[in-house]
T-cell receptor, first 112, second 117 residues
């Protein structure tokens, strides 16, 4: 089946630093989504991408849909303590079932 | 408040017991799904439903049953709990399965933390 590999698994950074994480797939996805999960809560959507090459921003967050349609990355600029959480990529393939496949998650910790 | 409501928030079961995790949404969403979250493995799809009366299996369906008798409710049943089913379970919904729905993302519940001893 389709799998997503997300890296890095965890990051511990200083406040103000930029962050980059990525996801790669063994197969093509038509949609890439990035979610953030805070402790004790469900994931919340950050950015959705629909076209190969698409670059989309949401405040300090920027995500891109890779040209090959097999990868995506998320950048966070000038990190702040409230950026702490687990970030997940998710992809939807060619089937029209709405099923999302999730990456393993990147745990981000920000030191003030 | 509108959203996805999961109950209970926490549960401890003995091996072999059965139970039902409840999920309800009041947004008239057609699509509902159940995921389990385990450390280092992200969220894995257990079962999903594209509308009332229709369900299908996800990546890890074994040991779980679902039904969708109404648009609002999508309960997940563990028939005979096993320690391997210790996990955090999330229910998620979206209005439809088209691209417009994905623009709004899936709405997730706050999760049920289940421990099987």
């Amino acid at each position: 089946g389709q799998q997503l590999n997300q890296s890095p698994q965890s990051m511990f950074i200083q406040e103000g630093e930029d962050v980059s994480m990525n996801c790669t797939s063994s197969s093509i996805f038509n949609t890439w989504l990035w979610y953030k999960q805070e402790p004790g809560e469900g994931p919340v959507l950050l950015i959705a991408l629909y076209k190969a090459g698409e670059l989309t921003s949401n405040g300090r967050l920027t995500a891109q849909f890779g040209i090959t349609r097999k990868d995506s990355f998320l950048n966070i600029s000038a990190s702040i303590p409230s950026d702490v959480g687990i970030y997940f990529c998710a992809g939807r393939g060619s089937s029209n079932t709405g099923k999302l496949i999730f990456g393993q998650g990147t745990t981000l910790q920000v030191k003030p | 408040n509108a959203g996805v409501t999961q109950t209970p928030k926490f549960q401890v079961l003995k091996t072999g017991q059965s139970m039902t995790l409840q999920c309800a949404q009041d947004m008239n969403h057609e699509y509902m799904s159940w995921y389990r979250q385990d450390p280092g493995m992200g969220l894995r799809l257990i079962h999903y439903s594209v509308g009332a009366g229709i369900t299908d299996q996800g990546e890890v369906p074994n040991g779980y049953n679902v039904s969708r008798s109404t648009t609002e409710d999508f309960p997940l049943r563990l028939l005979s709990a096993a320690p391997s089913q210790t996990s955090v379970y999330f229910c998620a919904s979206t209005r439809n399965i088209g691209q417009a729905a994905l623009a709004n993302g899936y709405t997730f519940g706050s999760g049920t933390r289940l421990t099987i001893v």
